[in-house]
């Protein structure tokens, strides 16, 4: 069987192995971590840097080569792929790196972002800057999970900011009137072949994705927008493989503005694994492997919860996994880490429901029992 190689062996790393090897594939995974989740499945684990060299030039002898690591240095896929078809590109991955080059090609593309304003240097801050305020200081790489980001109500506190981020370049954004956040996830082979998946209602605590819904509930007008704003991002990005892009819900209206991109596979599409006539991960094994993407269709409405290391006892004992693991329409994935810290992500359930509404509400409820 042909090997597909994967840059980054955490969960989505590991949830890939899983539809790739039972798809009939080999893989090799990379990924400095000993204990990567991803290793369990693989059949070749390169255990080294993703600037290692050596292991690079392992990776270059696969069939295809793909990412699950946000972070990945873009020069290792544009390496990769002077040797073997990558997917998504090194040009791709750099855009979705950084929130001033990200948000540039939003606007290109013809559509909205929250107004914002590129911060590189004290001076970039002007009377103009004003306008933006309250607003958010977001570094312009390296944040995830709501971290890398200062909330700030007045010049002053602005500066503060951009000192307290160290200099780094930044992304002034304006606080938008958030009725809710949808993610959108395009599976994309080329301009003729595209498919997306049911946009996912996203709700976050402490920062962190807690829940996606799906469908989320909102008209479907809008639902259909967000649809096309993706596929209309992805196109112009000119994207091969799964593409998430994360959206605001603004104000009375319900207007649609584009928050960011992952260039992979998004924990807001893990209901695709039980949910949906494709996965997410099948998806992406077809599209790098040169085929078109599959039916995205939604089979029933869903919620997935994520399950992080809070919910560990003080003492390291395991929570109680015996009402999900009871619940004939609660599905458990654990991600075989073995150390559950506060805000990692351990594992996700996934509730089958007859209504949205309903998989939320029984979602919620397990949880709590967690
Ligand atoms: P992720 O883990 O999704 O990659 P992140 O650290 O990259 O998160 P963002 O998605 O940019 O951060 O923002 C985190 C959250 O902060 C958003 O989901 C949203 O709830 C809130 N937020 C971000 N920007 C704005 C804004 N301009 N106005 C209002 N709320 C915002
Ligand atoms: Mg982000
Ligand atoms: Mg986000």
Request: aromatic share 6%.
């Amino acid at each position: 069987p042909a090997m597909l190689g994967i840059l980054g062996g955490g969960q989505l790393g590991r949830m890939f192995t899983v539809a790739a090897k039972t798809m009939g594939y080999q893989v090799t995974v990379l990924d400095p971590d000993p204990y990567a989740p991803a290793a369990a499945y693989a059949d070749r684990h390169l255990c080294a840097c993703f600037d290692d060299q050596a292991a690079l030039a392992k990776l270059a002898q696969c069939a295809a080569v793909t990412t699950e690591f946000e972070n990945v240095p873009a020069d290792a896929m544009r390496f990769l792929a002077q040797h073997t078809p990558v997917s998504p590109s090194g040009d791709c991955v750099a855009i979705a790196q950084n929130r001033i080059q990200e948000k540039a090609w939003i606007q290109k593309a013809g559509l909205k972002t929250a107004p914002y304003q590129a911060v590189c240097k004290p001076e970039d801050i002007t009377d103009a800057s004003a306008a933006l305020l309250p607003g958010i200081l977001k570094t312009a790489t390296l944040g995830y999970d709501g971290k890398g980001q200062i909330r700030v109500k007045t010049t002053d506190e602005l500066r503060e900011a951009f000192a307290a981020h160290g200099g780094v370049d930044c992304v002034l954004e304006k606080m938008v009137d958030l009725r809710g956040e949808i993610s959108v996830l395009v599976c994309r082979l080329n301009h003729d072949c595209a498919l997306t998946f049911d946009p996912a209602e996203n709700i976050h605590e402490n920062g962190i994705l807690a829940y996606s819904v799906v469908p989320a509930r909102l008209p479907a007008a809008v639902q259909q927008q967000a649809r096309q704003m993706a596929q209309r991002l992805a196109d112009e990005l000119d994207y091969v493989g799964v593409l998430a892009v994360e959206l605001f819900v603004v104000g009375d209206e319900q207007t649609l503005v584009v928050n960011e991109i992952a260039p992979r596979p998004h924990n807001s599409g893990h209901h695709t694994l039980n949910a949906c006539a494709a996965d997410q991960f099948q998806q992406q094994v077809r599209i790098m492997c040169g085929l078109p993407p599959a039916d995205t269709r939604l089979l029933s409405p869903c919620c997935m919860a994520n399950i992080l290391g809070d919910v560990w006892r003080e003492d390291g004992s395991e929570p109680n996994w015996l009402p999900l693991q009871t619940d004939k329409n609660a599905y458990l994935h654990q991600y075989g880490k073995s150390t559950a810290r506060k805000g990692r992500k351990m594992g996700h359930f996934t509730v089958l429901a007859d209504d949205a509404g309903q998989a939320f509400a029984t979602a919620t409820k397990l949880h709590q029992l967690l």
